[in-house]
RNA sequence: GCCGGCGUGGCGGAAUUGGCAGACGCACAGGACUUAAAAUCCUGGGGAGUUAAAUCCGUACCGGUUCGAUUCCGGUCGCCGGCACCA
């Protein structure tokens, strides 16, 4: 008998036995197939590993695991994204540098990773604050520089009244700071952007070409938002000004009624000496820019305003005169600031039109039909028809818009316009734990970019990592680092003291896992052009907007500058769904459900962990924490592990077990590969519990069985394939095969049906002809069979259906 | 409000193109082993009904298509996540 199974001694001899043979190093034969997996990886955050950290490493190693016994080279990288707030803030807290701060919380996650048995090749090993690694983030902003990509402007930002600090839109949670409470409000700053909007159609368009799971497709899609429709001119009265206007419904234009402009449109104080009443629309202006967006948010229901008095403007398809207010619902930072209101066939605007008494006009209606119009706004695009529109009456609204956009083209009072939702990515952040900006402010030159050869620029050493009251990165109290020369001019001149956002690092990490210690380049060409795309990128739908979307952005820079060779990052974008506490609420300490995965790996062991992991539930959607669950498959390897004892070649060649076997073998390879890995563990659980109900297992089949668990539990796998005697290591044997023939049953029970109720079963021969069949199943239901029958169906080797009257 | 997703036993969850609903696991119950317990092994199980069967009811709810619907279509309700007046 053999003994219990021992996973303290068990894993760690196996661990060292990979990490000592580099077991899962990538080759660099750049002829061979490749597979490159990638997770997104972690803030090496002060509270250690969560235990939602394995769910997603454990999917891409079993996916990873599979793809080198199939014979591919495979890249599975790891790395620390280390820059960021939360260390920012311990360091503060208590008077520790970053850097320390940062290289202990790397070295605690590196052995909890270490401690589940991945295989990662730590050759690989990338850190974002490593001045060698960010030297290219900070070349690649020199890139987007040069190409006219990155520019600063004043841009309002989160403002903490009580920190005296910038924060980023995640650190305000409810119009309040999320560290002290305090109110934040918007102040105007100058930032750094990135043109992000520049590449907003290509983000689009490529969608098509890759391989993601369908809502993050459309989460990108919705965020980039784009619109299509016109823009057009109004003449304001007695003036030579236009106004210009975006709208997505030009067909609705001779029911404009009323047009709105933003508060801070520039209109209005062009001609502050004609407004009639300037002291209320000063007020109004006012009380708006206080308000912060959680505020605005909160009266999204009702409409605020002020008819600006003095200020008519002129329909130009009819020359009707119409008044002219401001509101807060219209924004100064998409389309033009200014809209032309149709309230009869816009929600928005009918509100709006029924709080100030505005005229409405009527023209679409459905199927040409009047419609009430005062109980509300008619806004269905596809029943639509033109009416009291002149030229455009009886026309449907899509053709509708095409004829009023050639006819404003044609009067020059209006064109064709494309609109995004998307906004140029705000890039600075006044804080010390971030990438350096390498640039250089000179009086005479402007904003200079450091030479290359001046990369990297570290981070100099600071007294204080406290941001400084004036809402500047503490770097700027560093008078001797931020006074240089000018690379242009040689004169006197400023670094740049705000640093990069964490999107930064984020944005490229995967091209340097390539070529991780490249001096000269951020990656060889040879790499990146063998490497790229990454083959499948798994991570959290919490970075399906942002992250996906920067990192797509950089990437289809660097591939307009030639750097890499393909226009998407990513083939194949998969997301997994949280672990929350067995409360079924999120995890946090506050909450107390939190579990710590070191206490499972102790207790229960990290083959454990993996396997309860992968089989808690559908990988996609979220899982509630069980021990319970932890238990059940602990007994499933301990399972496992006893079969050792019930070795037996002398046995009968039985053929359902060789069926159950080709099975299993489809099933899993094929689970593997679609985020199931909770049915693939099932179909080996009931492998096991047959080989337990024969009382015996087949060295063959035991060796199968080993092959097939090791991507999920590598470690008892490669124990029992050691003292079973199988040559070499399971992760150097090859994948197994199945016979798609072999899958199939030969006898099969099929239901026997009357009127599509199941009335009994029967075995058939599965190649057994039509007519056999069906004579058996009325056989079979002789008695239960009354009345004419109608009609006979048989699917094969499924179901006989009688249909009877 | 809009977008996306989800509603299946006591619980986590399975069900190819529509084809025996509840795989697998947990918890539970019974049995074996044990002086006993734990562990392990075996057996059972949606509900009603019956000694047992037959039979009926069951995939949030209402309706439709079909020989046949957890699956497809229309509507209603509930839960979760994301976005917030984008003209």
Redesign the pocket.
């Known amino acids: 008998m053999s003994e219990m199974y021992n996973h303290k001694v068990v894993e760690k001899k196996w661990q060292k036995i990979w990490d000592d043979n580099k077991a899962f190093a990538v080759t660099n034969d750049f002829t061979k197939p490749k597979f490159y997996a990638l997770v997104e990886f972690p803030y090496p955050s002060g509270q250690g590993l969560h235990v939602g950290h394995p769910r997603p490493y454990t999917a891409l190693d079993i996916v990873a695991r599979k793809r080198r016994m199939q014979g591919y080279n495979v890249l599975y990288p790891m790395g620390w994204d280390a820059f960021g707030l939360p260390t920012e803030n311990y360091a503060i807290l208590n008077k520790i540098h970053p850097k320390i701060v940062t290289k202990n919380n790397v070295a605690r996650f590196k052995e909890q990773l270490h401690s589940l048995g991945y295989s990662f090749d730590w050759d690989r090993e990338i850190n974002t604050t490593d001045p060698e690694y960010y030297k290219w983030t900070q070349w690649i902003f020199l890139k987007l520089f040069n190409a006219g990509l990155a520019y600063k402007t004043e841009m309002p930002i989160n403002w903490c009244t009580s920190c005296k600090v910038g924060l980023a839109n995640e650190e305000v949670v409810n119009g309040v700071c999320e560290r002290c409470g305090s109110e934040v409000v918007r102040k105007v700053k100058s930032q750094w952007m990135l043109k992000i909007t520049e590449y907003a159609q290509k983000l689009i368009d490529d969608l098509d070409g890759v391989d993601y799971i ?2 993050v497709k ?2 990108q899609k ?1 965020w980039i ?1 784009r ?1 299509e ?1 016109a823009e057009v001119d109004f003449s304001i009265k007695d003036k030579e000004d236009k106004l210009r206007i ?4 030009p067909d609705t234009l001779f029911g404009v009624t009323y047009m709105v402009v ?1 508060p801070e449109h520039p209109i209005i104080d062009k001609y502050k000496d004609e407004i009639g009443n300037w002291d209320e629309i000063v007020d109004y202006r006012n009380m708006a820019s206080k308000k912060s967006d959680f505020e ?2 909160e ?2 229901k009702d ?1 605020s305003g002020v008819q600006i008095q003095g200020i008519t403007a002129i329909n130009p398809v009819n020359g009707r005169e119409i008044p002219v207010w401001i509101s ?5 930072t ?4 200014a ?1 032309m209101a149709v309230p009869a066939h ?1 929600d ?1 605007d009918w509100e709006f039109a029924k709080k100030f008494n505005l005229p409405l006009i009527q023209v679409v209606g459905k199927d040409g039909a009047v419609v009430d119009i005062e109980a509300e706004a008619f806004t269905d695009v596809a029943t639509g028809v033109l009416m009291n529109s002149d030229f455009l009456d009886g026309l449907e609204v899509k053709d509708a818009k095409v004829k009023i956009i050639q006819f404003l083209e044609e009067k020059n009072i209006g064109i064709k316009k494309v ?1 995004f ?1 998307l906004r140029d990515w705000v890039f600075s952040r006044q804080r010390y734990w971030g990438e350096p900006i390498p640039i250089v402010k000179c009086d005479k030159c402007g904003y200079v970019a450091l030479p290359e050869s001046e990369l990297p620029l570290e981070l100099p050493e600071v007294e204080s990592y406290m941001p400084t009251d004036n809402g500047e990165s503490p770097i700027a109290a560093m008078t001797d680092w931020v006074n240089t020369t000018c690379p242009c001019c040689g004169g006197a001149a400023k670094r740049e003291t705000d640093t990069m956002p964490q999107w930064a690092g984020s944005s490229w990490y995967f091209l340097r896992y390539t070529d991780p210690d490249n001096t000269q380049a951020l990656a060889s060409k040879e790499a990146l052009n063998y490497w790229l795309p990454v083959d499948w990128y798994n991570g959290g ?2 970075h399906t ?1 942002l992250h996906l979307l920067y990192s797509r952005f950089w990437h289809k820079f660097l591939y307009d500058q030639g750097v890499v060779s393909t226009k998407e990052p990513y083939q194949k974008r998969t997301s997994h769904g949280m672990i929350l506490g067995s409360n079924g609420e999120k995890m946090s300490k506050s909450r107390g459900n939190v579990v710590n995965p070191d206490d499972i790996v102790s207790e229960y062991g990290a083959d454990t962990l993996r396997t309860y992991e992968m ?4 990988f996609d ?4 924490w ?1 021990e ?2 932890v ?3 602990r ?2 390897l ?2 496992v592990w ?1 079969l050792q004892d019930m070795l037996n070649d002398d046995m009968n060649y039985s053929k359902s077990m060789e069926t159950m076997m080709h099975q299993t073998i489809k099933k899993v390879s094929n689970d593997f590969e679609n985020l ?1 890995y ?2 693939a ?2 179909a080996m ?2 492998l096991i ?1 047959e080989f ?2 024969q009382g015996s297992v087949t060295k063959g089949e035991f060796k199968t069985l080993l092959a097939l668990l090791n991507p999920v539990a590598p470690h008892i796998t490669e124990e029992l394939w050691s003292i079973a005697g199988f040559e070499n290591s399971v992760y150097q044997s090859t994948w197994p095969e199945y016979e798609e023939a072999k899958t199939v049953e030969s006898i099969v ?3 026997v ?1 009357i ?5 009994t ?1 029967i075995s058939i021969d599965k190649d057994a002809a039509k007519d056999d069949v069906i004579a058996m199943a009325k056989e079979a239901i002789s008695d ?1 069979l009354t009345g004419d029958i109608i ?1 006979e ?1 048989y ?1 094969p080797g ?2 006989v ?1 009688i ?1 009877a009257k």
């Open positions: 369908e809502k459309v989460s919705n938002g619109s429709g975006y709208t997505t419904r933003s605005r948010t009266l999204a409409k807060d619902y219209v924004l100064m998409y389309g033009t600031g809209i816009d928005r609109n939702k739908m919490e907007t089989f808690i539930g559908a959607l979220s899982a509630s069980s319970d669950g238990k059940g498959c007994r499933f301990d399972r006893k199931k909770n049915t563990i099932a659980m009931a519990n337990y109900k029970e099929i239901a049906q009127n599509g109720k199941t009335k079963t239960k009609k169906i699917v499924r179901i259906n249909v």
